[in-house]
Protein backbone atom coordinates (compact mmCIF):
# COMPACT_ATOMS: atom_id res chain seq x y z
CA UNK A 1 0.00 0.00 0.00
CA UNK A 2 1.47 3.34 -0.91
CA UNK A 3 1.28 5.52 1.92
CA UNK A 4 3.10 8.72 0.88
CA UNK A 5 6.30 7.59 1.83
CA UNK A 6 9.23 5.20 1.03
CA UNK A 7 9.87 2.17 0.76
CA UNK A 8 6.46 1.69 -1.31
CA UNK A 9 5.42 -1.78 -0.81
CA UNK A 10 3.18 -2.82 -2.90
CA UNK A 11 1.89 -6.96 -2.73
CA UNK A 12 0.92 -9.11 -5.79
CA UNK A 13 -2.95 -9.88 -6.08
CA UNK A 14 -2.36 -13.84 -5.64
CA UNK A 15 -0.17 -13.28 -2.87
CA UNK A 16 -2.12 -10.95 -0.74
CA UNK A 17 -5.24 -13.86 -0.74
CA UNK A 18 -2.37 -15.88 0.22
CA UNK A 19 -0.93 -14.49 3.10
CA UNK A 20 -1.25 -15.55 6.67
CA UNK A 21 -3.24 -18.86 5.58
CA UNK A 22 -1.74 -22.39 6.65
CA UNK A 23 -0.17 -23.60 3.18
CA UNK A 24 2.91 -23.96 2.25
CA UNK A 25 5.10 -22.53 -0.30
CA UNK A 26 4.35 -25.61 -2.83
CA UNK A 27 0.87 -23.76 -2.76
CA UNK A 28 1.82 -20.28 -3.32
CA UNK A 29 4.39 -21.73 -6.56
CA UNK A 30 1.59 -23.20 -7.57
CA UNK A 31 -0.76 -20.72 -7.28
CA UNK A 32 1.84 -18.31 -9.44
CA UNK A 33 2.63 -21.43 -11.87
CA UNK A 34 1.88 -19.52 -15.62
CA UNK A 35 0.17 -16.29 -14.28
CA UNK A 36 3.89 -14.57 -13.36
CA UNK A 37 4.80 -12.82 -16.59
CA UNK A 38 7.91 -13.02 -17.59
CA UNK A 39 10.59 -10.37 -18.57
CA UNK A 40 11.90 -10.55 -21.94
CA UNK A 41 14.79 -8.66 -22.77
CA UNK A 42 17.75 -6.89 -20.62
CA UNK A 43 17.59 -3.29 -20.20
CA UNK A 44 19.84 -0.78 -22.02
CA UNK A 45 19.10 2.03 -19.39
CA UNK A 46 22.77 3.19 -18.06
CA UNK A 47 23.06 2.07 -13.89
CA UNK A 48 23.77 4.51 -11.60
CA UNK A 49 26.23 4.26 -8.44
CA UNK A 50 23.05 3.26 -6.13
CA UNK A 51 22.12 0.66 -8.37
CA UNK A 52 25.45 -1.27 -8.68
CA UNK A 53 26.36 -1.18 -4.88
CA UNK A 54 22.81 -2.06 -3.85
CA UNK A 55 23.00 -4.79 -6.29
CA UNK A 56 25.65 -6.15 -4.42
CA UNK A 57 24.10 -5.78 -1.00
CA UNK A 58 20.99 -7.89 -2.76
CA UNK A 59 23.17 -10.73 -3.94
CA UNK A 60 25.10 -10.84 -0.35
CA UNK A 61 21.73 -10.96 1.22
CA UNK A 62 19.11 -13.56 -1.09
CA UNK A 63 21.88 -15.91 -1.94
CA UNK A 64 19.22 -18.79 -2.88
CA UNK A 65 17.22 -16.64 -4.65
CA UNK A 66 17.30 -15.36 -8.48
CA UNK A 67 18.41 -11.67 -8.56
CA UNK A 68 18.78 -9.81 -11.88
CA UNK A 69 19.37 -5.96 -12.77
CA UNK A 70 18.14 -4.30 -15.38
CA UNK A 71 15.54 -6.68 -17.19
CA UNK A 72 12.95 -5.28 -19.47
CA UNK A 73 9.22 -5.94 -20.33
CA UNK A 74 7.04 -5.14 -22.99
CA UNK A 75 4.10 -3.31 -23.08
CA UNK A 76 1.89 -4.32 -25.25
CA UNK A 77 0.35 -1.79 -27.84
CA UNK A 78 3.52 0.62 -27.10
CA UNK A 79 6.88 0.45 -28.77
CA UNK A 80 8.11 1.28 -25.21
CA UNK A 81 9.00 -1.21 -22.55
CA UNK A 82 9.65 -1.00 -18.66
CA UNK A 83 13.04 -2.04 -16.99
CA UNK A 84 13.25 -3.34 -13.75
CA UNK A 85 16.27 -1.96 -11.59
CA UNK A 86 15.94 -5.59 -10.18
CA UNK A 87 14.20 -8.83 -10.36
CA UNK A 88 14.02 -10.70 -7.15
CA UNK A 89 12.73 -13.94 -8.01
CA UNK A 90 11.85 -16.64 -4.64
CA UNK A 91 12.56 -19.97 -6.15
CA UNK A 92 10.55 -21.70 -3.05
CA UNK A 93 7.23 -20.03 -3.74
CA UNK A 94 7.46 -18.49 -6.92
CA UNK A 95 7.23 -15.04 -5.70
CA UNK A 96 8.34 -12.00 -7.98
CA UNK A 97 9.33 -8.69 -6.92
CA UNK A 98 10.11 -5.53 -8.80
CA UNK A 99 13.10 -3.75 -6.87
CA UNK A 100 12.95 0.12 -7.95
CA UNK A 101 15.63 2.72 -6.60
CA UNK A 102 13.84 6.23 -7.01
CA UNK A 103 15.63 9.29 -7.70
CA UNK A 104 13.84 12.70 -7.47
CA UNK A 105 15.35 14.68 -10.26
CA UNK A 106 17.65 13.53 -13.39
CA UNK A 107 21.37 14.29 -12.32
CA UNK A 108 22.66 15.35 -15.83
CA UNK A 109 19.40 17.44 -16.37
CA UNK A 110 17.39 18.19 -13.12
CA UNK A 111 13.96 16.96 -14.34
CA UNK A 112 11.77 15.81 -12.11
CA UNK A 113 11.35 11.78 -11.33
CA UNK A 114 8.96 9.86 -9.70
CA UNK A 115 6.99 12.41 -8.34
CA UNK A 116 3.59 11.69 -5.93
CA UNK A 117 1.70 13.76 -8.18
CA UNK A 118 2.43 12.71 -11.71
CA UNK A 119 0.26 9.06 -12.65
CA UNK A 120 3.39 7.57 -14.68
CA UNK A 121 4.52 5.43 -11.52
CA UNK A 122 1.19 4.49 -10.30
CA UNK A 123 0.47 3.09 -14.43
CA UNK A 124 3.60 1.09 -14.35
CA UNK A 125 3.28 -0.02 -10.58
CA UNK A 126 -0.76 -1.21 -12.10
CA UNK A 127 1.20 -3.11 -15.02
CA UNK A 128 3.38 -5.05 -12.62
CA UNK A 129 0.61 -5.32 -10.09
CA UNK A 130 -2.21 -7.12 -12.86
CA UNK A 131 0.47 -9.51 -13.78
CA UNK A 132 1.16 -10.78 -10.27
CA UNK A 133 4.34 -9.46 -9.36
CA UNK A 134 4.95 -7.49 -6.09
CA UNK A 135 6.43 -3.85 -6.48
CA UNK A 136 9.33 -2.39 -3.87
CA UNK A 137 10.20 1.13 -3.93
CA UNK A 138 12.97 2.70 -2.75
CA UNK A 139 13.86 6.13 -2.08
CA UNK A 140 17.95 6.42 -3.30
CA UNK A 141 18.53 7.95 -0.27
CA UNK A 142 17.35 4.94 1.53
CA UNK A 143 19.68 2.26 -0.21
CA UNK A 144 22.84 4.94 -0.31
CA UNK A 145 22.37 5.55 3.48
CA UNK A 146 20.75 1.90 4.66
CA UNK A 147 21.21 -0.51 2.23
CA UNK A 148 20.81 -3.62 5.12
CA UNK A 149 17.46 -1.61 6.17
CA UNK A 150 16.70 -1.97 2.94
CA UNK A 151 17.37 -5.85 2.54
CA UNK A 152 15.49 -6.32 5.98
CA UNK A 153 12.18 -5.02 4.66
CA UNK A 154 12.75 -7.51 1.53
CA UNK A 155 13.35 -10.45 3.85
CA UNK A 156 10.09 -9.34 5.77
CA UNK A 157 8.33 -9.27 2.94
CA UNK A 158 9.28 -12.61 1.46
CA UNK A 159 8.58 -13.90 5.23
CA UNK A 160 4.89 -12.35 5.30
CA UNK A 161 3.98 -13.56 1.83
CA UNK A 162 5.80 -16.90 1.98
CA UNK A 163 6.79 -17.99 5.78
CA UNK A 164 10.46 -17.92 4.92
CA UNK A 165 12.08 -16.06 7.54
CA UNK A 166 15.62 -17.75 6.86
CA UNK A 167 16.82 -14.04 5.49
CA UNK A 168 14.89 -11.73 8.09
CA UNK A 169 16.52 -14.18 10.71
CA UNK A 170 19.78 -12.65 10.23
CA UNK A 171 18.47 -9.13 9.59
CA UNK A 172 16.18 -8.38 11.87
CA UNK A 173 18.12 -6.89 14.72
CA UNK A 174 18.90 -4.50 12.24
CA UNK A 175 17.53 -1.02 12.50
CA UNK A 176 13.97 -0.61 10.34
CA UNK A 177 14.70 1.62 7.07
CA UNK A 178 13.94 5.15 7.84
CA UNK A 179 10.93 6.59 6.03
CA UNK A 180 11.06 9.01 3.25
CA UNK A 181 8.50 11.31 2.11
CA UNK A 182 7.48 11.09 -1.02
CA UNK A 183 8.13 14.38 -3.19
CA UNK A 184 5.53 16.62 -6.02
CA UNK A 185 7.06 17.96 -9.08
CA UNK A 186 7.86 21.33 -7.31
CA UNK A 187 9.80 19.50 -4.22
CA UNK A 188 11.77 17.78 -6.75
CA UNK A 189 12.79 20.72 -8.59
CA UNK A 190 13.67 22.58 -5.28
CA UNK A 191 15.71 19.63 -4.59
CA UNK A 192 17.35 19.50 -7.74
CA UNK A 193 18.12 23.86 -7.41
CA UNK A 194 20.21 22.80 -4.24
CA UNK A 195 21.66 19.50 -5.27
CA UNK A 196 20.28 17.15 -3.01
CA UNK A 197 21.35 14.13 -3.88
CA UNK A 198 24.89 15.63 -3.92
CA UNK A 199 24.25 15.47 -0.27
CA UNK A 200 24.49 11.41 -0.06
CA UNK A 201 26.13 10.48 -2.97
CA UNK A 202 29.26 10.97 -2.61
CA UNK A 203 29.03 8.61 0.23
CA UNK A 204 29.69 5.80 -2.28
CA UNK A 205 32.67 7.66 -4.36
CA UNK A 206 30.23 9.82 -6.93
Not at 12 to 22: G, M, S, Y
Not at 137 to 150: G, L
Request: charged share 25%; with cysteine.
Amino acid sequence: MSTGYYPVILYPPLARRFANRDRGKGYLKALFQGCVASPDGNGTAKQGVSEKQFFRHLLCAFLENLICQAVEFEIPGSPRRYSADFILYHQSSGLALDIEIDEPYAGDTGKPHHCIDVDDDKIRNRFFLERNWGVVRFAEVQVVRHPWSCCKAIAQIIARLTGDDSVFILLQRLADVPLQKQWTKREARLMAKNNYRQSYLPKMGK
